[in-house]
Each structure stands twice: as structure tokens, then as C-alpha cells.
């Protein structure tokens, strides 16, 4: 192969102040408490970096914390440094490979994202190119013969996506095996597979398990503590779906009740269906919550995660229809569709409807309110489509992201600051699964059971949305639950939904825990009122247990919160002092019981 014209001339110099001048974000201004030039984590980062200068590094930064400013301040001291010539940066999708060459500019590195595998070679006025995984794995050899031609550091962005196919990984060894370095980076170090992960070092934990190790991490409970990324509210949104069966059977369920799996999956695409109650009223919400944090934060934008291009374009309707304002959609990773996303970061419109692409790596930092309205439940999906809304650029923003009442997704929201590993073996579960099982991996492939059912269900004759409707269930902020006393459409609700735009954590759980104890006492003298016959007759009495359960359970958390105290602790507790068995098997005078002396312990509080 004919040596490229990049390497037949002299390397482009950057300054000798390696990009100083690089601010700690891009494309917008600095986030509220990070330092002059890099932030802390950035700083500590290139420290741990320059002590070995390894050929690989990994480093794992939750979404919204600056990876690409950490990565090309890196780039730079090395090309200063004449530690390598060139840079190759590795992109999982065409919008993400200009957002790159962009970034890269202003740190004052050279990037052609517009190469091709045509080319052969690119230009000698650029410090080299970004290109893409699929880009890579068409023509392994020839990004071998770039590589090992000049001395190069590849960025890998988004490593994990190496491991999308086994022809991927092998491509992406052969092209960037005989790289000078190689700097790795993820925002979410973990995969739903065992694929792995090319460059990623694995070691044996104490069970044996290989799991990857990340040469620097900071993780989003370190980078929310720093002020670096925003604090998420989740608003949970339940409700009554309707459906048939291929067998002409009518079903109906609620969002959030113990279903088994498969009712779960055909609720939860009930309530997805445009045709239906659910979405036009949770996006309703959405909106006015959108509006109240316009007031503070006047160009913040909203965020619609569809799960196909029906959807999309079927929920830009109801939007429209709504705000009276066109929502930008985005259906492909194409250039019409990156610009789309472009114009939308750079003006001040409210909405934009997408399906996948925005998931990942996407900076559109003046997005403030999500609506998940999606079937995809695995937590890589999850992760990095919640990473869209935590990128912080002022002191006092806080994200809002409107959730369907599924388990799965409950799961994910309340273990969003919990940091995970990407692990290669399993260990025997007695279940067939082969030798080594990793419960990571279990936890996964549990979680995407229900998309598979609900795939199954996409055959057209073998299901029908009847009808649905949506109702205010919850506010999960902080580990803590809030607002399990509001009704549908009413002031309750909107005291929830129409928080201030900025506030401070401290400031918003504050604010939570007054209203949902104001709900408390309404919804208590509501009950005291009304006579014991209609109290009585109303309900069956397993709806009954289950309401009991579901806010003493509230309750608990609340006050678990408050006093830094397990909930096992607190419920064992709650037995002690007011008797009775544990709470599936408590009655509702039991449970009232709890209940009563919790309030008190939570208005003493005050």
C-alpha cells in the first residue's frame, strides 16, 4: 500500500501550551464549579495518565462529565510532547465524528471527519482523522497500514461499542494493534454480553469472575457530588391499559401492580401506543414541567425517546398539537438527521423526538426534561439515554426524566449512581448457563426477557390497544420516593411537576418532602372523614392491602432518607414497636398502625 500524503509531510505543530486554553466543556461554557482550565477529575486524571504513560488507558467518566475535553487535552500534551504524530479518533456514529473535529479545533488539533475508506490516505494539513467502528471494520488493513506508519494514539469513544460483533472486535485489534497508544473511553464500562471489549484489560475478582479493569474512573455519585453533572428527578407516571389478545381475548392491567412479565411488556406497549390516553397526557405533564423550568433556564429544551419512526413521528404530532410548535425529528444516523440535531442544540425550541441516535454520546447540554417513552429496558441503553440530560451548565439545574410505572425501569432509576464493570464469565447458576455465572449478567438478560416478549408481540395480528390512560404515581429523586398521594390532573400533581427550575439538591428534596408531607395529611383527613361504611365497601381489600403496603413502604423510605437508616432496619423496627408479622402478611389495621407512628417520627422531624 502506497504510504499516505499525510505521512510524506511534516506533523502539523499545536502550541507548546498543550491546549491550556481548553475549556472543560464543549461546545458550551464551563459547568458551574469546575476549575479555570480542566476540572479536578480531568486534573487527577492526565496525573494518573503521565505516572506510567501506559500504552493503554482506560477511562471510564459518566456521561455530561467531559470525556472528549480530558481525552484532547491528553492528545495534545502528547503531540507537544513529540510522544506521537498523529490521531485517530474512533467514533460510534457519523453525527459524533464533527462533534469531535469541532472539539477538536478549539483545542487546536486538526481533525478530517470527513475521510472516507476511499481515500486511501488524508491530507498532511491535518493531525489525522475520526472515523467510526463500522468505517474501521470494512477495511481493517487499511487503518493498520495509517497506524503503524506514524507513530499514533487512537481514542477509542465509547469503547464498549467494540465488542457490538465479533467481526468488529477482530477489525478494530488488526487496525489499531500497532498503535503507539491507546486511550479508551466510556461513560458506560459494561456490556449485556460477554463480548470483549478490544484493548480492555480483565482480571479475576475474588469468585473468579473476569471482570474489566478501568485504569481511572469517576463515576455520576462522584461527579454529582462535585457539581459536575445535574441531579435527576424521575416522574413515574402509572395508569389502566386495555388490550386484545390474537385469540380475541380483552386484557387490562395497571402500570406498576405485580404482573407477571408478559402482561408487563403488553401494558407497557399499551401505554406506549400514540392511539391511546397515556402518552398525550404524560407528555401534557411533560410539557408544563418543561415550562416551568423555562422560566429560569429560558432556552432549555425537552427530549422524547421513542422506540421506533412510527412512534416518533406519531408523538411529534401529539406535541405539536399541544405547544403549537413543530419538534424537531430525528429517525437516522444520517447527515440531514445530525444537522437536525445540531440546529436543536444551538436554538431555543422546545422538543425533539428521536429513536436511537441520541442516545449516546450526543451533547445537547440545554436538555432538561426527557420523556422514556421506549420498550428498550437494558441498562447500558438506559444509562446512556439518562446521560443525555445530566450535562450541568449552571449552579442549580436539576433534570427531569417522565417514566412508565415498569419494574425494570424502576430498577434502573433508583440504582443510577451504582457503577458497574464489564464481566466475560458466568459461573454455573444450576440453570444451564455453563461453568461460570456473573450475577451482572443474570441481572441483564432478566431485564431483557420482557423486550423480547414484547418483541413477539409486534406481529400485527397478534395484539390490539384497546385503551389507556395515565396517572401521576411518584417522584424518585435521591434514593428517596415522594408524591405517592397525588391524584391525576390535580393541584397535587402539579406540585410535583412544577418545581422550580433551579433549585439546589439540598433545596429540591427539601421541597419534595414538605409536599409529599402536605399530600400526606390531606389524603389522612380525607380518610378520617369519609364514614367507615364507604371505607369499608369501596375497594376489595387486596386493594386495599395494597395501597396500605405501597405508602407505608413510601413512608419508610422517606424516613430511611431522613435518618440515614436501612429500610430493613426501619421496618424491623416498625415491628418491634407496633407489632405484627412483616408486611406481605399484615393486615390493614397493622399496617395503619405503621403507618400512623411513622407520621408522627416524620412530623417531629420537622
Not at 302 to 320: C, K, N, P, S, W
Not at 454 to 468: K, P, R, T
Not at 499 to 528: C, F, M, N
Request: proline share 5%; charged share 25%.
Amino acid at each position: 500500500m502506497s504510504t499516505p500524503d499525510s505521512l510524506q509531510h511534516p506533523t502539523p505543530r499545536i502550541g507548546t501550551a498543550a491546549a491550556e486554553h481548553l475549556s472543560p466543556t464543549f461546545p458550551e461554557r464551563a459547568a458551574w464549579g469546575t476549575v479555570g482550565k480542566l476540572r479536578a477529575w480531568q486534573q487527577e486524571a492526565m496525573d494518573a495518565y503521565f505516572r506510567d504513560e501506559p500504552r493503554d488507558f482506560l477511562a471510564a467518566a459518566t456521561p455530561g462529565a467531559g470525556k472528549t475535553t480530558f481525552a484532547l487535552r491528553l492528545a495534545a500534551e502528547l503531540l507537544a510532547r513529540r510522544t506521537v504524530d498523529r490521531v485517530t479518533v474512533v467514533a460510534p456514529t457519523e453525527h459524533l465524528k464533527k462533534q469531535w473535529a469541532d472539539a477538536a479545533h478549539r483545542a487546536g488539533i486538526r481533525l478530517d471527519p470527513t475521510f472516507t475508506n476511499r481515500q486511501g490516505r488524508y491530507a498532511g494539513h491535518y493531525h489525522g482523522v475520526v472515523v467510526t467502528y463500522a468505517q474501521v471494520a470494512v477495511r481493517a488493513a487499511l487503518h493498520r497500514d495509517i497506524t503503524v506508519s506514524s507513530r499514533t494514539l487512537v481514542i477509542l469513544d465509547e469503547v464498549h461499542h467494540g465488542g457490538d460483533a465479533l467481526s468488529w472486535g477482530d477489525a478494530i485489534r488488526e487496525a489499531f494493534e500497532g498503535a503507539t497508544r491507546r486511550l479508551s473511553l466510556t461513560g458506560t464500562p459494561f456490556r449485556s454480553d460477554t463480548a470483549p471489549i478490544p484493548f480492555v484489560t480483565y482480571l479475576p475478582d475474588r469468585h473468579g469472575i473476569r471482570t474489566s479493569l478501568t485504569d481511572y474512573n469517576y463515576g455520576y455519585g462522584r461527579a454529582l457530588a462535585d457539581g459536575v453533572v445535574r441531579p435527576v428527578m424521575f416522574m413515574v407516571y402509572a395508569g389502566h391499559m386495555r388490550w386484545r389478545t390474537n385469540t380475541g381475548d380483552e386484557m387490562e392491567a395497571r402500570l406498576g401492580e405485580d404482573n407477571t412479565k408478559d402482561i408487563t411488556s403488553q401494558a407497557w406497549r399499551t401505554a406506549l401506543d400514540p392511539e391511546g390516553a397515556w402518552i398525550p397526557q404524560v407528555l401534557t405533564a411533560a410539557d408544563r414541567r418543561l415550562s416551568e423550568v423555562r422560566n429560569a433556564i429560558p432556552d432549555a429544551g425537552g427530549l422524547v425517546i421513542a422506540t421506533d419512526h412510527y412512534a416518533a413521528r406519531a408523538y411529534a404530532a401529539i406535541l405539536h398539537t399541544i405547544t403549537g410548535e413543530q419538534p424537531t425529528v430525528v429517525l437516522s444516523d444520517e447527515k440531514e438527521a445530525s444537522d437536525r440535531i445540531e440546529q436543536f442544540a444551538s436554538n431555543d425550541s422546545r422538543w425533539l423526538v428521536a429513536v436511537r441516535m441520541v442516545s449516546e454520546g450526543v451533547d445537547v447540554p440545554r436538555l432538561s426534561v426527557g420523556v422514556y417513552a421506549t420498550s428498550s429496558s437494558t441498562p447500558l441503553f438506559f444509562a446512556q439515554a439518562i446521560g443525555r440530560f445530566v450535562r450541568s451548565r449552571r449552579r442549580g439545574e436539576t433534570a427531569s426524566v417522565f417514566l412508565p410505572n415498569v419494574p425494570q425501569l424502576m430498577a434502573l432509576a433508583n440504582e443510577l449512581e451504582r457503577e458497574r464493570d464489564h464481566a466475560l464469565d458466568r459461573s454455573d447458576s444450576g440453570s444451564g448457563e455453563g461453568e461460570l455465572w456473573n450475577p451482572e449478567d443474570a441481572m441483564v438478560a432478566d431485564a431483557n426477557r420482557p423486550d423480547k416478549a414484547s418483541d413477539g408481540l409486534m406481529d400485527e395480528f397478534s395484539y390490539e390497544a384497546i385503551s389507556s390512560d395515565a396517572q401521576f404515581d411518584r417522584v424518585v429523586f435521591d434514593g428517596a420516593e415522594f408524591g405517592s398521594y397525588a391524584q391525576p390532573e390535580t393541584e397535587e400533581e402539579y406540585d410535583f411537576i412544577g418545581l422550580p427550575g433551579l433549585l439546589e439538591p439540598d433545596q429540591v428534596h427539601e421541597l419534595l418532602t414538605q409536599r409529599h408531607r402536605r399530600q400526606a395529611k390531606r389524603i389522612d383527613s380525607r380518610q378520617k372523614a369519609a364514614p367507615v361504611e364507604e371505607q369499608d365497601a369501596s375497594k376489595p381489600l387486596y386493594r386495599t392491602l395494597k395501597e396500605q403496603r405501597s405508602l407505608l413502604n413510601s413512608l419508610v423510605g422517606l424516613y430511611a432518607k431522613n435518618t440515614n437508616q436501612p429500610h430493613g432496619l426501619v421496618h424491623a423496627e416498625l415491628r418491634r414497636v407496633c407489632g405484627g408479622p412483616a408486611v406481605p402478611q399484615a393486615s390493614v389495621t397493622q399496617l395503619q398502625s405503621r403507618i400512623e407512628f411513622l407520621r408522627r417520627k416524620l412530623g417531629g422531624a420537622r
